[in-house]
């Protein structure tokens, strides 16, 4: 275990656990954090788990906590490692069970005191336009060919159905297609779970805001994302699904002969891993891709759908109901980069689990429109609260391989919180606060409680601080859409 005498200050926010704290670490752990923020790391396993990830093969320079980091399977949430190509290794754990959870943000040209009175109709139209819920399917259903399309088109394949423009695909990460995703590598029983799931939002703490940007920091970077102080946006948060966490079911279940086969010895078998030059290792790559597009593909359509509420809802009341996309980018993803290590510049694969991109001005993956400012950064609150957007450093590229925190963090986990919180009485309590609620469980909404969160307000400044990823707005919710 590791305790608070091992871990040393090395900047306001940064902190630090040496190489030689354990004997199998091959780099030092690093921790983006405040004293309180750090107190709550260490009541969990997530610092140990950190601790875990600085031994695997082929692991460069350092591996990182974000500030919002807290205990998860194998790798902490909030975590970022880095494997050096060829030898170092992928892990199923380093993504997470839901690849490509990310994050969509809509704009409109809409103000709070133009929607505030359809606000009932518009947070019914999207709830009954985005389904919702564990399980739950939609209107779309795949046959195996154009699950395949799916699998290895991304975005593309929405657009090739009516789903999404150019600008849209244009504002999201990688274009909304990872190249290199193979179908093949995607088991039947994860096509199955997937094949009726592109266009739904599920359940757990994905969601759908109608949002007010209450406070501009930054105002040429909001400019130039098309954000301004009273304006109507969106966010929807969600991931892969089913067939998502069937991949990473699936590869954890095959790796855990691979570890044998390759002699990898882990402290902990949750770590399960595979060179990247192996087999094993390439087999994983390609249906971890396949599932981030499906991923991009499913948050892509459920833009649809919110345009298609937006019109119902609001036609001919505002002035212009039309939605329009600032970006999307994930947070469960291993990512092939070049980045410098000690004045090299190498190619590794970038674990971020529960941490997102943060690329700095004039990075060629940045769309043109906004490459001299940044990327934008997209980091939700929890239910209720703020939510951010940043926008990417040069810092970041320095220091946390293009990486940031990606949400509030839990501080408690879902089993805790529906003890605590009984969900009709938030759900009142929302509502109070002009907040209008539509969701398919009481109890659902009882684990997504605030409280069960870190400060997301907190966590941000860590990384403001830290000159990673920058303020650029702060956005209140009026509308919230769950499972």
């Known amino acids: 275990m590791v305790d608070s005498r091992a871990i040393k200050r090395i900047d306001k926010y940064l902190y630090e656990i040496d190489a030689s704290f354990r004997d199998d670490m091959r780099v030092p752990a690093r921790l983006y954090t405040d004293p309180e923020l750090l107190e709550h790391a260490l009541g969990d ?104 399309r799916v699998l290895e088109e991304g975005s593309r394949w929405a657009k090739s159905r009516g789903f999404a423009t150019d600008e849209d695909l244009e504002r999201t990460e990688v274009g909304g297609c990872l190249e290199g995703a193979d179908a093949g590598a995607v088991s039947a029983k994860a096509k199955e779970r997937g094949h009726d799931q592109v266009g739904t939002l599920g359940a757990g703490n994905h969601f759908i805001e109608v949002d007010v940007v209450r406070d501009i920091y930054d105002e040429e970077a909001a400019q130039r994302f098309g954000l301004f102080a009273g304006q109507i946006a969106v966010q929807i948060h969600c991931g892969s699904r089913g067939l998502g966490h069937q991949v990473c079911t699936d590869y954890v279940q095959r790796f855990q002969q691979a570890v044998q086969k390759y002699g990898i010895r882990l402290p902990d078998r949750e770590l399960v891993c595979a060179p990247l030059n192996s087999p094993d290792g390439q087999a994983y790559l390609a249906a971890m891709k396949a599932a981030a597009n499906y991923a991009f593909a499913n948050r892509q359509v459920l833009a649809h759908h919110v345009r298609r509420a937006f019109e119902e809802a609001l036609s001919g009341k505002v002035r212009n109901p039309y939605v329009f996309q600032v970006y999307d980018v994930g947070h469960n993803m291993a990512k092939i980069e070049q980045h410098e290590v000690d004045g090299e510049r190498i190619t590794v694969c970038v674990h971020r689990k529960g941490a997102t991109r943060a ?20 980091v939700p609150g929890s239910m209720g609260t703020a939510s951010w957007v940043l926008r990417g450093t040069e810092e970041a590229m320095r ?85």
Not at 359 to 365: A, E, K, S
Not at 424 to 449: C, D, H, K, T
Request: neutral net charge; aromatic residues 6%.
């Open 45 to 148: 396993a997530s610092v140990d788990q950190l601790v875990n990830t600085a031994t695997l093969p082929g692991v460069v320079k350092y591996v990182l906590a974000m500030p919002d980091i807290h205990q998860g399977y194998g790798f902490p949430i909030g975590g970022v490692v880095a494997t050096q190509l060829p030898d170092g290794i992928i892990s199923p754990g380093g993504v997470g069970y839901d690849i490509n959870c990310g994050v969509r943000l809509l704009g409109t040209h809409i103000s709070e005191e133009e929607v505030r009175p359809y606000l009932d109709e518009l947070a019914t139209a999207i709830y009954n336009h985005c389904p919702s819920g564990v399980g739950k399917g939609g209107e779309i259903k795949l046959k195996t060919g154009e699950l395949d």
């Open 359 to 378: 690329f700095g001005p004039y990075h060629p993956d940045i769309p043109s429109a906004y490459r001299d400012v940044g990327q934008p950064v997209l």
């Open 399 to 483: 220091q946390t391989f293009g990486s940031t925190c990606h949400g509030a963090g839990r501080a408690m986990s879902r089993t805790q919180a529906k003890k605590k919180v009984w969900g009709g009485e938030l759900r009142e309590q929302l509502e109070g606060q002009g907040i209008r609620v539509r969701a398919g469980s009481m109890s659902g909404l009882a684990e997504e409680a605030p409280s069960a969160y870190k400060d997301v307000d907190r966590v941000v400044e860590v990384m403001h601080g830290s000159g990673i990823a920058t303020k650029v707005a702060r956005l209140v919710p009026i509308a919230i859409i769950k499972g």
